[in-house]
Every structure is written in structure tokens, then in C-alpha cells.
């Protein structure tokens, strides 16, 4: 056998291991990328609310439209069917209900809500979500 062919089946058997290598981490990686998301949709919900809750205080009523808050927001923001939507890449928040905002995340069945009175964030998930419940149990809230 020459010299390329022997060089040609080492590159294929490298390709492969690497291969089967990031096969076997990707899971962890997307795993840690989630909680990292969630983390920070809770903390951009946090903050959402105590802006809430000073517009309250100014006017005696919640907003019904985050870009009244004042705030740099993180992403787009529109209202539908009567809804304040701040639209980002892995989560959306919608104004829902008069002292709630609900966090969804765009991939998995799961959410968080943000009391706008206290800022307080419970994290919630779909029964049988198992992606739902590891996520808020690795999430400080």
C-alpha cells in the first residue's frame, strides 16, 4: 500500500473519532446553553417587572406596552391581540394578565411567570416536559 493510502485511511479514522467525540459532548453543551438561557430570561423578566412596577408607581396602573417602560429593551417588542410581546432569540415575554409577565421559551414546552407587584419568578413546565422540569430545577430563581 503507498503513502497516501495509508495517509488517507489515518485522516478518515481521525474524522471519525472527532465525529463520534462531538456527538457524545453536544448533548452537555446544549444542556448547559439552555440553563444559561433561562438564566438570563429570568433576569431580563426580573427586570422587566421592577420597571413595571415603577411605572405603577408614577401612573397607578401597569403598561400594557414594554416600550413604554423606558427601558433599553433586549429585543423587538410588539403588541398582539392585545398583548405586549418582547420577541427574542430563545424566549418571548408577553405582557399576559394585569401583574404577570409569562416567559415562554420559543423551543421547549416551559415558561416562567414574573409577579410585577414583588418580582418574584416561578418557573413552571408542561406535565411530562422533562426538559421543562431539569431546567427550572438548575435555574436560580
Same mark, same amino acid.
Not at 472527532?18 to 427586570?47: N, S
Not at 417587572?49 to 415603577?54: H, T
Not at 427574542?88 to 420559543?106: G, K, M, P, W
Given at each position: ?5 495509508i495517509? #488517507? ?17 453536544? @448533548?452537555?453543551?446544549?444542556?448547559? /446553553?439552555?440553563? #444559561? %438561557? ?6 431580563? +423578566?426580573?427586570?422587566l417587572?421592577?420597571? $413595571?412596577? /415603577?411605572f ?5 396602573? %401597569?403598561?400594557?406596552?414594554f416600550?413604554?417602560? +423606558? ?8 403588541? $398582539?391581540? $392585545? ?6 432569540? #430563545? %424566549?418571548?415575554?408577553?405582557? $399576559? ?6 416567559? !415562554?421559551?420559543?423551543?421547549? @414546552?416551559?415558561?416562567?411567570?414574573? !409577579? ?5 419568578? !416561578?418557573?413552571?413546565?408542561?406535565? +411530562? !416536559? ?12
Open positions: 500500500m503507498n503513502k497516501a493510502g495517509l #488517507h485511511k489515518l485522516m478518515l479514522a481521525l474524522i471519525l473519532i472527532a465525529g463520534f467525540g462531538v456527538a457524545l459532548i453536544w @448533548p452537555q453543551v446544549q444542556k448547559k /446553553l439552555d440553563i #444559561h %438561557y433561562a438564566r438570563q430570561a429570568a433576569q431580563i +423578566g426580573k427586570q417587572a421592577q420597571a $413595571e412596577q /415603577l405603577f408607581e408614577k401612573n397607578k396602573f %401597569y403598561t400594557a406596552d416600550a413604554q417602560l +423606558g427601558l433599553e429593551l433586549p429585543c423587538a417588542s410588539v403588541v $398582539e391581540k $392585545e398583548h405586549s410581546i418582547l420577541r427574542c432569540r #430563545h %424566549y418571548d415575554f408577553v405582557l $399576559e394578565q394585569a401583574d404577570v409577565i409569562r416567559v !415562554s421559551n420559543t423551543k421547549y @414546552p416551559k415558561w416562567f411567570t414574573v !409577579s410585577l407587584q414583588d418580582g418574584t419568578v !416561578s418557573c413552571g413546565h408542561e406535565d +411530562g !416536559s422533562l426538559v421543562g422540569a431539569r431546567i427550572c430545577a438548575q435555574v436560580d430563581l
